[in-house]
């Protein structure tokens, strides 16, 4: 709702430019995307998942490359990161993150808690999460401070590091759709909550009805 109405304002505006410099302008509307709608029983179950296979054994040439990358980060890159680990887990993560803040790499599980905190970032599937069930989880890939889209980001895409976050999320992902065919109760409570949801907000698709795919370019 918030952007649909920024979205008009700023059309306005460029509409009342065109006027105010005598000249013409048109919208060509190419794509949108709906936000992330959390599932908070499936996030439960899949901290379960997340709980019974823990964080990652480091080993110590993993923690000296962790801090070799500490080193070149600055205090306020090392606060947005502890930030934002505080904000997924209300006053616990708060806890959580100041016990963290002089640690290279998460070697704990972070506690888990419904909030409605929004933690900003990109997603493909936020218009699937109006249609389905749909929990995400965060798992240690890079030292603790690193900010996204930076360098230090790209040179542990490679390491052991990110190949045991990485592996760590699959086993977790996994789990948690493998106890969704085996619980039906838990699926069944699982779409409930999705239809408890949309019957006070319902699923409004971002892009309009009469907007088509454009030719790629």
Not at 74 to 79: F, G, L, M, P, Y
Request: aromatic share 6%.
């Amino acid at each position: 709702a918030d952007a649909e109405q920024i979205f008009a304002r700023i059309e306005k505006i460029a509409q009342g430019a065109a006027l105010m410099t005598e000249t013409q302008v048109s919208c060509r509307f190419e794509k949108a995307c709906s936000s992330y709608l959390p599932n908070r029983t499936l996030e439960a179950a899949m901290y379960q998942a997340v709980c019974h296979y823990g964080p990652p054994a480091w080993s110590d040439e993993e923690r000296a490359f962790a801090a070799a990358i500490r080193a070149t980060l600055s205090a306020n890159d090392i606060n947005n990161s502890l930030n934002n680990i505080a904000g997924t887990s209300g006053e616990e993560g708060k806890t959580f993150a100041r016990r963290h803040r002089d640690t290279l790499l998460i070697d704990e599980v972070a506690p888990w808690a419904a909030t409605d905190n929004v933690l900003a970032g990109s997603t493909d599937v936020g218009d699937v999460s109006w249609k389905a069930p749909v929990a995400q989880c965060f798992s240690p890939c890079f030292a603790v401070g690193t900010p996204l889209h930076s360098w230090q980001l790209v040179s542990q895409g490679r390491t052991s590091i990110a190949h045991k976050g990485m592996l760590l999320a699959g086993k977790v992902l996994a789990a948690t759709a493998i106890r969704l065919f085996r619980d039906s109760a838990l699926l069944a409570a699982s779409q409930q909550e999705l239809r408890q949801v949309l019957a006070e907000r319902p699923y409004r698709c971002p892009i309009p009805a009469e907007v088509s795919p454009s030719v790629l370019r």
